[in-house]
């Protein structure tokens, strides 16, 4: 867990964290334990199992929960006993409490599952999301390479993923970082589906800016 500013950066593994600063917020949680708070907000990328996973969300989703999440992850979501599920795709925003939410745009420009095909294509509208939080502006990235919308964001924190094969390399990321120039970055997509803590290291090592590589959590 990281502390900044008093909100509290909890990595779940893989792109999940838990966000807390008067709200529980969730995000992508996957292959997680059984003993973690309710959630007030869970943002859901896209439908992928390793971002979309029901067993990892009933585990922290209770009736007052509202769920952001991408369109094609709607039918799943509706399953599961949350108070709402709202849907945004790239360019929307929406308020839940004090939670205010951007979604924007994740996707591939050269990790392929096959020759012109992508992993995450555009047209798909995946998300990643900018949470502002007690006025800190926090960039979950979601699955995604370093794509020309990312100038635009300019967040204070980015959780960005490092590990390459379906997202950013370290090399990548680091031109990402870049970009968006964060005060504050921790590096994601690492330890489970693919990717291992080498790839955060060496990230860091690319990088001026303050890089926290986070131990998994629950």
């Known amino acids: ?13 893989h792109d999940g ?24 907000v869970v943002l859901v990328s896209h439908e992928h199992f390793d971002h979309l996973s029901p067993d990892d969300l009933k585990k922290i989703i209770g009736p007052n929960t509202v769920i952001i ?25 929406i308020k839940v409490g004090k939670l ?19 992993f995450h294509p555009k047209e798909d509208g995946k998300l990643g999301f900018v949470l502002t939080v ?11 390479d370093q ?12 959780l960005l993923p490092v590990s390459g094969t379906y997202v950013m390399t370290a090399n990548e990321a680091a031109e990402a970082v870049a970009s968006i120039n964060p005060k504050l970055v921790i590096p994601m997509h690492f330890g489970a ?6 790839d955060a290291e060496s990230f860091k090592k690319l990088v001026a800016c303050q890089v926290e590589i986070l131990e998994k959590e629950g």
């Open 17 to 40: 964290f838990r966000i807390q600063n008067g709200q529980t917020i969730y995000v992508d949680p996957f292959q997680i334990g059984g003993n973690h708070p309710k959630a007030d």
């Open 69 to 93: 999440a991408h369109h094609q992850s709607h039918a799943e979501l509706s399953k599961l006993k949350a108070k709402e599920v709202k849907i945004m795709k790239p360019g929307d925003k």
């Open 1 to 13: 867990m990281y502390n900044y500013k008093g909100i509290k950066i909890t990595w779940l593994g």
């Open 134 to 144: 007690n006025g800190v502006r926090i960039y979950h990235a979601g699955d995604t």
């Open 100 to 118: 205010e939410v951007e979604a924007v745009p994740a996707y591939n420009l050269n990790k392929f599952r096959e020759p012109g095909k992508v």
């Open 147 to 158: 794509i020309p919308e990312m100038k635009g964001i300019k967040p204070e924190i980015a």
């Open 193 to 198: 589906i693919v990717g291992e803590r080498k």
